[in-house]
């Protein structure tokens, strides 16, 4: 059920990120976490607290393996479906990452939801991972999109002045 994000683009995705958040002190969820591959590099980069939601048992254990084998203490591992999780935690965060399976056919909904529910902190990132056939060009609080190859990242910042124009 995994499908890394590619070196390039996540080495991509973390140069960007570096220009427009300090990492530290930030928390941080990294949604269809699958392996944990971002979710470590969060970790690496300075989070102070990352919570990987991941659905699939195999890759909760293997990450939650991997942050014991590595003494990453901040990095928190939970079996959940996004979508359930999104619409019933409290917990708000800093950055959200997603990256769900390409086939999934409600992407768009991940976006609606942290939205609809306040699950990113004033002047937060959210950060999808994406095929090409999905356009969020049109969305609330969208920012901007970046292609790496077949790798489409779209980045919405939550600010005060978007909330007030898309009421």
């Not at 390039?8 to 928390?27: C, H, M, P, Q, R």
């Not at 917990?91 to 609606?112: G, H, M, S, T």
């Not at 980045?155 to 007030?164: G, R, W």
């Amino acid at each position: 059920p995994v499908r890394p994000t590619t070196d390039l683009a996540k080495e991509s995705l973390f140069n960007i990120l570096g220009n427009i958040v300090n990492l530290n002190d930030k928390t941080v969820a990294d949604l269809f976490s699958g392996t944990g591959n971002i979710a470590y590099e969060f970790v690496s980069r300075g989070a102070e607290k990352v919570l990987a939601v991941e659905q699939h048992f195999a890759c909760v254990k293997f990450i939650r393996q991997t942050a014991h084998d590595f003494e990453m203490n901040q990095l928190t591992v939970i079996q959940s479906d996004v979508f359930r999780f999104l619409k019933t935690g409290t917990q708000v965060y800093d950055v959200i990452f997603a990256d769900p399976p390409y086939a999934l056919d409600n992407i768009p909904e991940i976006q609606q939801l942290v939205f609809k529910h306040n699950r990113l902190k004033p002047d937060g990132w959210l950060i999808i991972e994406h095929p090409k056939s999905v356009n969020f060009s049109e969305s609330p609080y969208f920012h901007s999109l970046r292609k790496y190859g077949k790798v489409n990242f779209s980045f919405f910042h939550y600010t005060e002045v978007a909330e007030t124009s898309h009421e």
